[in-house]
């Protein structure tokens, strides 16, 4: 640098020239006119020839890089590239839930145990001793399953007792504690009175022969009464959380977990029952598919961006597995009404299709709350619409 040109002039023409850019590829150059170092020839400490490139490499003073970061000046706007969806670390926004499988087969098992009590209450209304045996006995063993899956996402059964002391309406899962406490009980005296004929007919068991047979009864149309509380209560849950998927979803859940638990109940009447008795499961098999289809195509369609993981991945297949079985059993049961095979086999296939719908809503859940988009676009969006209406 010489005396006699002043700092501030050459800090503006170096200025000048690293905005504006000059020679091929818009290499900058240095204040005195020279090529800068690292542009068009060895930089000191390169090694010995060593060329670096001239205008090919985006560089401080490159074209790219001033897109990047070119300053608001007379009014210019800034440019800025579009925000990726990342997070430090690549983690994501949301910590996801800590719940594993048992959970999922808790949704499926709870739903059972409600659809079967229904069947067995109108087995018991109806006539139909079979579908009511089938229906009760199912009932107890899959709230029975439903209870060992709670008390080892809890970790001890002593937490479940700790539940029980205090009734929290505001939380779902308080309540759904509270209604699987007063179901278990009425559903597993309604089952233990399918085996009063075993007992003798004198002194203290003919008694208790006589007894159980009404009071199972009672016990029975008391658990078909607790038992739509206990088929949606869990879709209540999954969407009072802060996972996006299950939240946006709050209409659809306790829909889609109904018609799951009818469906799921119809298929153990399909299985256990005599064809001559199965008429009201195949009712309920045809109202069970068309609230869980009809719920189903609702998260995945009418969400927005949120309806993406019940399409796509883990969650996309087993929720098209689930349509497809609900869809073969209900043909089945409508056309195997003289057929006890073609009646099993329907049965059957209403049974997995619900168990791919309460896993296939439990992984979608899941994967929103790992991508980190499924949490800001929503966000923006609703931020632009209250801004919207408030201008």
Not at 119 to 138: H, I, K, M, N, W
Request: proline letters at 7%; hydrophobic letters at 45%; zero cysteines.
């Amino acid at each position: 640098m010489t005396a006699d040109r002043p700092v501030g002039d050459l800090f503006r023409r170096f200025r000048d020239r690293l905005d504006a850019g000059t020679g091929a590829g818009g290499a900058r150059l240095s204040g005195d006119g020279t090529d800068a170092p690292g542009v068009g020839r060895p930089a000191v400490g390169d090694a010995p020839g060593a060329v670096a490139p001239r205008g090919d490499a985006p560089g401080p003073g490159t074209s790219a890089s001033r897109g990047r970061r070119r300053a608001r000046r007379g009014g210019e706007e800034l440019a800025v590239p579009e925000a990726e969806f990342t997070s430090y670390y690549g983690r994501p926004i949301l910590k996801a839930p800590v719940w594993k499988w048992d959970i999922a087969a808790y949704l499926f098992t709870g739903g059972l145990a409600a659809g079967s009590s229904l069947l067995a209450a109108g087995g018991q209304l109806t006539g139909r001793p079979a579908l009511r045996r089938a229906g009760r006995v199912a009932s107890l063993a899959a709230v029975t399953a439903s209870t060992v899956f709670l008390i080892k996402d809890l970790g001890r059964p002593a937490r479940f007792h700790h539940m029980l002391r205090v009734a929290k309406p505001t939380s779902p899962m308080s309540v759904g504690t509270w209604i699987l406490s007063v179901f278990g009980p009425a559903a597993g005296i309604a089952a233990v009175a399918e085996g009063a004929s075993w007992l003798p007919g004198r002194g203290l068991p003919g008694l208790v022969r006589r007894v159980l047979p009404p009071v199972g009864h009672a016990a029975g149309l008391a658990a078909a009464a607790t038992a739509p509380a206990l088929a949606t209560y869990t879709g209540v849950l999954l969407a009072d959380t802060a996972v996006p998927s299950w939240h946006e979803a709050y209409p659809q859940l306790p829909t889609i977990f109904a018609g799951s638990a009818l469906a799921s109940g119809a298929g153990v009447g399909l299985i256990a029952a005599p064809a001559a008795q199965a008429g009201p499961a195949r009712r309920m098999a045809v109202a069970g598919a068309a609230l869980e289809l009809y719920g189903a195509h609702r998260v995945e369609t009418r969400l927005g961006l949120l309806s993406e993981p019940y399409r796509t991945g883990r969650a996309g297949r087993l929720l098209r597995a689930g349509r497809a079985l609900t869809a073969v059993g209900v043909a089945g049961a409508l056309l195997g009404r003289r057929s006890r095979a073609l009646s099993a086999l329907s049965g059957a296939a209403l049974l997995g299709a619900s168990v791919a719908t309460r896993f296939g809503i439990f992984e979608g859940g899941v994967a929103s709350a790992k991508d980190p988009k499924y949490t800001v676009v929503p966000q923006r969006e609703r931020l632009d619409r209250r801004r919207a209406a408030e201008g």
